[in-house]
């Protein structure tokens, strides 16, 4: 792929919330996708297996969610150390070299630690100048906020290639005696470099985001303890409070209905049809979720791009490692409009619309 053809800095303008007006700035620079990368563990984690973990059966995982397996990280592997591997393959696929990266952001819910950032431990893998680095948590949204974050930034200036990275060890934080969960998840991080581009013209890269966010149903998907509110003790440690808890009905609900919405405010503030939508590239959470989407928003389901067959739910690395499958696959041509779309913890959402060079 070629390095992308970098304009000057211009003055960022921010967005409307209610009408994109990216193309219709042609001072403003583009923001294009450079590079994509992604880091799997090699441990497969088979329905099968997890029938000798707890009371549970290959039926009924497969048919209430999708997945077949998922990939467990080791016990030398980390958010930091997955998120490293996916960097260098997406900084690779770029054509770029460590040097040229300027900035480093990285979504996760399972941090190596509290402090330092993840992005900071990725920053020092990968033998990096001091540039920018930091951590933002979002769960499984948390992806298209970094992607935001770093469209802003790169347009803005003096940034002009931004390292991003979702990247999750959720087995650290799965209660692998809770059927309702355990099976859900699995480990895994996706990385992208995006590049500031004088192809405003054609108005490629970075369409348009929209993201959102409802406190008030934090504590349907949530873990208790960790932080300040619960921190660790013996109680708190005997009484699983370190594990992610759901209740997988209520988030399942308000899955679909947030990501319609995103969806559908993404093509209206962008004066887009849905059949003008040659891709999406789905959170994976579970495969009806993604079907009832489809049907509601009148999509196909071969527009949606599955791999949770084969990941499970991987949190923030979920889109980006659909990310990057999609495109080294082939199921995002040039000139075709491509939806990002994705909801987690928080509950927090986001849909992103871009345009491929
Ligand atoms: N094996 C067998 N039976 C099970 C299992 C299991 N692993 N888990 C639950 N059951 C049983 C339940 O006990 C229940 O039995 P009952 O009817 O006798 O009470 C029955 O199956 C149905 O349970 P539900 O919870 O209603 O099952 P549902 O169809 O809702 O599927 C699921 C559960 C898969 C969790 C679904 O609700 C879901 O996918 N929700 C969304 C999850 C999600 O997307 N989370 C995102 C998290 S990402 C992040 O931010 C970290």
Redesign the pocket.
Known sequence: MNTPDISPATPFSPKGQTENTSGKTPSEPSVVISGTGQYLPSKVLTNSDLTKI?D??EE??LT??GISERRIAGPTETSGTMAAEAARMAIANSSLQVEDIDLVIVAT?TPDQPFPSTACHVQTALGMRPIAAFDVEA??SGFLYILDIATAMLRNGPYRHALIIGTEKLSAITDWQD??TC??FGDGAGAAVLSRSSLHKKKTGILDTTLGADGANGHI?QMPGGGCRVPATPDSVSSRQHF?K?N??E??KL?VKVMEQASLDILARNHLQAEQIHSIIPHQ??IR?IEMLASRLKIPMERFFINLDQYG?T?AASIPIALHEARENGFCPSGTNSILVGF??GLTWGATLLRWP
Do not use: D, K
Request: charged share 10%.
């Open positions: 707890v549970t059966n009924w995982i209430r969610t819910i769960a499984c059927r309702s099976i859900l998907l992610l759901m997988g009905r988030v399942f899955a959470a579970n979720i739910n949190s987690g913890a």
